[in-house]
Every structure is written in structure tokens, then in C-alpha cells.
């Protein structure tokens, strides 16, 4: 090769290399982007108004709190409104919280964790436009949903335009576990929805209108969507229903981590027995035990600690079993289902079954059915059997309202 022809040459295979250098990988390029990140398309909707937002400290739009982001940008926000955990999800699980002012801001926070779970019209009186952005984990009994439908309601009875920041469902991969008859209602399950649904919180909201399942007194001022009732969803960017997404902030004080989240729509239904559920360990929604199992077993002591204050079976050597190990490992064990193989050993190596159980499974549980399966000694498969009706009839009506491709 001639001199010349070769200088161009090595020049070019430079020239490459820099590009490749500046080229965006697979991973850069398809990085999911929360609604909260997507200014553009939001901000212009705050422009000139007062601004009221439901958030906590999993609210943040890359290193920055949304609610800092906003005041950076001129947003005035005369209002913050907290869910279970408080705004900066330092509080126990189902702990009270009061009003208080932000100490970083200088904002009033209103609680609406406890016996007021509704901004009211002396709450709004000075706000244009309300905000609701918080990070879910897909489990009907994790009560942000019930929450968002709250603020919704709220929102709509106060003629209040409302904005849904969409934020990815680290358990949106798959649909399963009983689905709640409403006469079990309550805060830990408010709709006929399975254990896990398979949405983003956004498309949770557009069901919740146009199923009709808020407040039926609201129904004179719903429309056909979600829009139409001036409720407006900010949709993610790069997310699919088949998106491993980790979350950048842990949405709670026991769910330290992925794999507690994606062990967490399994092992909370301990949280209905007597069986410690880990809390006030390291390892929270990844252990369970009690001290009267073998002590054979694996074994940990619940104690105090910030976010389990008083645990159950507090300072008491449990006996139990480890579901903890590499996320793949954690994601192999899961296999896509809600695991109940684990609640029916427990139950069945527990010598005093009739303590077993307490009052609040049968919420978490979303009807009376599957403490009786239990209890009757079915199988797992006759169990899972009786959810397939359920299931597929909500199938039915989450395809309305999807915002993402889906895993099926």
C-alpha cells in the first residue's frame, strides 16, 4: 500500500474508533426515562400556576428530588402531600404521620397516611393544578395505588386538572395471584385487581376512570377517559411490559432492594400470619420464620431498627427460611407467579395452626378464600386452578388501557 494511501487509511480507522468513543451503547440508549425526567413534555401544562404535588423521596427525576427540579425551573408549588412512609419515607410501616413543613423547602406537607387520606377543599383552595408522582411496585396490597385513587377522586370533585408522572413497574413482567372480592375491601386492596396487575401507575389511572371504579358519587363529572376528566398521563420513555427495571431509590424502609421487590408480592402475605415476615433484619420480604420452627432452619432475630420500630417477634430467635441470592437466582425462584408454595409450608410445619393466621390476611389475601384453601389442605395446583377465571377476566380489561407493549 502506498505511503499516502495508507496514512488515510490508519486516519480513517482513527476517525472510527472517536466515533465508536462517542457512539451511545445498547444500554445508554435504551434507558428507560421516568415521566418525571420528560420536562418538556409537562412543564408547559404548569406554566403561570400554583402547584400542588403528592410525592415522597422516590419522586426524583434523575439526581434531583421532582419537587426541587420544579421550584428550579419557577414552578410554584404551594403544597406537598404525602402517602404512607412520609415524604422523605422514613416512617414505619402503617405508622401516623402529622402535618409538618419541609425543612430542605420550606413547604407544608399535608399527610394523607391515617384517618385524612384526601386533600380537602381548604387544601386546594390556592392550588391551580395538582401533581401525583410516586414510585409503585405493582402489589395491590402496597398501598401507593390506593393512594393515587384517593388523590384522583380529590382531584376530580374539586375540578382540579391532575397530572400522573408514569414511572416503569418493577413487577410488570407478569399478571397473577387471587383477585380481591370487594367485599374485602380496604386500603390494602381497593379494586377486583390480582396480587400483581402488570401496570405502571399511569395506566392504572386510566383504568380506574374509565372502569368506573372511583367514588360512584364523582360519576356525574367522569367522562369516557381519563383525559376527557382532566386527569393527564406523562408516559415513560424506552419502557415495555417486559422491562427488568431496578429502581434508583428503595420505595420503602423493608424493601431494601430489587430482589425484597421482587420477592415482596410472595412473602407479604406473612404479614397476615404470625410467621415474621423479616422485618427489623437485613433482610426484609427475603426471610420469614418463628421460633418454634426446627432449629435446623435458617436462623435470625428480628430487632429494632429504622423503619421496623417494633417488629414482630421483636428480639426473638426465628427459625425459618432464606430466599436471598443473586438477583437471577432471586428471578428463577419467583418463576413469574405469586410463590405460595412457601405460605402453605410454612402453615404446614407450624405446630400451633390454629394461631397461624391473624385478622389482616384475608385483606391482604382479598377475600376468604385462600386461608380456607389452606386450611383444607389443597394443592397448589387446585389453588392456582381457582385463580384462572379472575385472571383472565382482568386480562381482559387491562388490555384497554395499556400504555407500553406488553409481555404477551
Not at 332 to 346: F, G, H, S, T, Y
Not at 360 to 367: E, I, M, Q, Y
Request: contains cysteine; glycine residues 8%.
Amino acid at each position: 500500500m502506498k505511503p499516502t494511501l495508507l496514512f488515510a487509511f490508519l486516519l480513517s480507522l482513527i476517525a472510527g474508533c472517536t466515533d465508536a468513543q462517542h457512539q451511545p451503547t445498547d444500554s445508554e440508549s435504551l434507558r428507560i426515562i421516568p415521566a418525571a425526567e420528560r420536562t418538556d413534555l409537562y412543564l408547559p401544562l404548569l406554566e403561570g400556576k400554583t402547584v400542588g404535588i403528592f410525592a415522597n423521596h422516590t419522586s426524583v427525576a434523575g439526581d434531583k428530588h421532582l419537587v426541587d427540579l420544579l421550584k428550579e425551573k419557577g414552578v410554584e408549588i404551594k403544597a406537598i402531600f404525602a402517602p404512607e412512609h412520609g415524604f422523605r419515607g422514613t416512617a414505619d410501616a402503617g405508622e401516623k404521620f402529622d402535618n409538618s413543613v419541609d425543612p430542605e423547602t420550606g413547604i407544608t406537607i399535608i399527610s394523607l397516611y391515617g384517618p385524612k387520606r384526601k386533600p380537602t377543599a381548604e387544601d386546594l383552595k390556592d392550588i391551580d393544578i395538582l401533581i401525583f408522582d410516586i414510585q409503585d411496585v405493582g402489589t395491590r396490597f402496597y398501598t401507593y395505588i390506593s393512594s393515587l385513587e384517593d388523590f384522583m377522586e380529590a382531584a376530580i370533585e374539586h375540578d382540579k386538572p391532575l397530572i400522573v408522572l408514569d414511572r416503569p413497574n418493577p413487577n410488570g413482567f407478569y399478571i397473577d395471584g387471587p383477585v380481591l372480592d370487594r367485599k374485602f375491601t380496604s386500603f390494602v386492596g381497593m379494586q377486583p385487581i390480582p396480587v400483581v396487575y402488570g401496570m405502571t401507575i399511569g395506566e392504572y389511572a386510566k383504568m380506574l376512570v374509565g372502569e368506573k371504579w372511583l367514588d360512584s358519587t364523582l360519576h356525574g363529572k367522569l367522562k369516557a377517559s381519563a383525559e376527557e376528566s382532566g386527569i393527564t398521563v406523562i408516559p415513560c420513555e424506552n419502557y415495555s411490559h417486559s422491562s427488568k427495571y431496578v429502581l434508583p431509590v428503595k420505595p420503602s424502609p423493608n424493601l431494601p432492594d430489587i430482589k425484597s421487590i421482587y420477592l415482596y408480592p410472595s412473602t407479604c402475605f406473612f404479614e397476615g400470619t404470625t410467621i415474621s415476615e423479616g422485618r427489623g433484619t437485613e433482610g426484609p420480604f427475603k426471610i420469614f420464620g418463628h421460633p418454634s420452627y426446627p432449629d435446623t432452619l435458617f436462623a435470625f432475630t428480628p430487632v429494632s431498627m429504622d423503619g421496623a420500630k417494633n417488629p414482630k417477634l421483636k428480639d426473638q430467635q426465628c427459625y425459618g427460611w432464606n430466599l436471598d441470592g443473586t438477583v437471577e437466582e432471586v428471578l428463577q425462584r419467583v418463576d413469574n407467579k405469586v410463590q405460595i408454595k412457601w405460605l402453605m409450608e410454612a402453615y404446614r410445619l407450624f405446630p400451633e395452626k390454629e394461631k397461624f393466621f391473624n385478622g389482616f390476611f384475608d385483606k391482604l389475601a382479598g377475600s376468604d378464600v385462600l386461608k380456607k384453601q389452606i386450611i383444607e389442605g389443597l394443592s397448589e395446583e387446585e389453588i392456582r386452578k381457582s385463580w384462572e377465571p379472575g385472571i383472565a377476566e382482568f386480562k381482559k380489561i387491562r388490555k384497554k388501557y395499556l400504555m407500553y407493549e406488553d409481555f404477551e
